[in-house]
């Protein structure tokens, strides 16, 4: 099943190539027909596990369509749409897109290492250090933790907001990536105390000043960390992408990092699906959250118990716990997530869907999407040919 889902996969990364980059679904969807920042890079990291050279050169297309259009004042384009000619950007729906900046930057420094060519980082240098500079300014209160607004990323319809785990993950990995070619004491300094503050601020019983002492000691810490925190306090949902991201940075010490993967890896084998779901629990109509959550949508509601972000199964968020279990030695639990995962992937005939519910295992979303096919290639090519993120 590994080696069909495998080529399945590439099938699909082949059917979403264009000129100006890689599109987020082969599906005649307009809002899939355009070059997004975070799938483009999710799908560029796969290329580059592939070996694949068409594959890699609609990487680097991708790269060049986002640096072009990056905003005066280093905001990434979210997705870029390109009708007879002309494009179209968004930096945003309802909010802006904090993780298009992080995404190009890391999208970049992996091609470079890829290449081994560091001149592929000098190239972008202007684009990557406006993006730093956005983000920095996107602290507001200059402590090192960024502030994202709500819908301001991946998890676009979802609740979390203020000091968001993943953005700063994110962050962390943009950062070491660059200064794997620049080799900045400054960025050195600055990776370190962003770690900090997310070891101060998301993890138990962590020693320094917190950023929100009252709302901290009310939380009923588990074994992995909060999504995020705000002003008003804590959101506890465990998110399985930032937690991976977390595995595959090594933040957080080695217990911790364990209690992480037995959680992840308990709460997959308890689904049908045997997948991660992207957020757990699921907020209810019952629950606080949820006419945050109602009210967080442009057009349809989507985020209904056990699917989309709402507790819905992501091929693409458990391709990352995948390749996070490899660079952890559990390549038995590796194995099984990529099994599931090319399960997935297949139903209706490999038609490769956005998420499926949880609960009933019935697909979500938009099919043949590019970003669920890049999960089945980075864990396969991480288990069988020893390819190597940047981290």
Request: some cysteine.
């Amino acid at each position: 099943m590994h080696k069909i889902g495998y080529y399945k996969a590439i099938d699909l990364l082949h059917d979403v190539v264009s000129p100006n980059g890689f599109l987020a679904s082969a599906e005649n969807t307009t809002n899939y027909k355009r070059v997004w920042a975070r799938d483009g890079v999710i799908c560029g990291l796969a290329a580059l596990a592939s070996g694949d050279e068409q594959l890699i050169a609609t990487f680097k297309n991708t790269l060049d369509t986002l640096a072009k259009n990056q905003h005066s004042i280093g905001t990434i384009p979210s997705n870029v749409l390109f009708v007879e000619g002309n494009c179209e950007l968004s930096y945003g729906g309802l909010a802006g897109r904090v993780d298009a900046v992080t995404w190009f930057i890391i999208g970049v420094c992996q091609y470079a290492y890829y290449k081994d060519d560091a001149t592929v980082v000098y190239e972008y240098n202007s684009h990557i250090e406006k993006g730093f500079g956005l983000l920095e300014a996107w602290e507001f209160n200059n402590k090192h933790l960024l502030y994202v607004p709500l819908s301001g990323n991946w998890a676009d319809e979802y609740i979390t907001d203020g000091y968001v785990l993943y953005d700063q993950l994110l962050r962390i990995w943009a950062l070491k990536s660059y200064n794997f070619f620049v080799n900045s004491e400054a960025i050195t300094d600055k990776i370190q105390k962003i770690t900090e503050q997310i070891q101060i601020n998301f993890m138990p019983n962590s020693q320094g000043e917190k950023y929100h002492e009252r709302a901290y000691d009310e939380v009923n810490f588990q074994d992995f960390m909060p999504c995020s925190f705000s002003p008003s306090g804590y959101k506890t949902q465990f998110d399985a992408f930032a937690n991976s991201l977390a595995l595959l940075l090594n933040v957080g010490s080695n217990e911790f990092q364990n209690a992480i993967l037995n959680y992840a890896d308990a709460l997959a084998s308890e689904t049908k699906l045997g997948l991660l779901p992207a957020f757990w629990p699921p907020v209810f109509d019952t629950d606080e959250y949820w006419n945050l959550l109602k009210n967080n949508c442009k057009y349809d509601f989507r985020n209904y118990p056990y699917e989309f972000h709402n507790g819905g199964s992501w091929p693409m968020v458990n391709g990352f716990f995948g390749v996070a279990l490899v660079t952890k030695g559990e390549i038995r639990k590796a194995t099984t997530i990529l099994e599931k995962i090319n399960e997935a992937n297949a139903k209706k005939d490999f038609s490769f869907y956005e998420n499926f519910n949880t609960q009933t295992t019935e697909t979500n979303g938009v099919s043949h999407c590019a970003w669920s096919a890049a999960a089945t290639v980075l864990v396969h090519q991480s288990l069988y040919h020893n390819f190597k993120i940047l981290v």
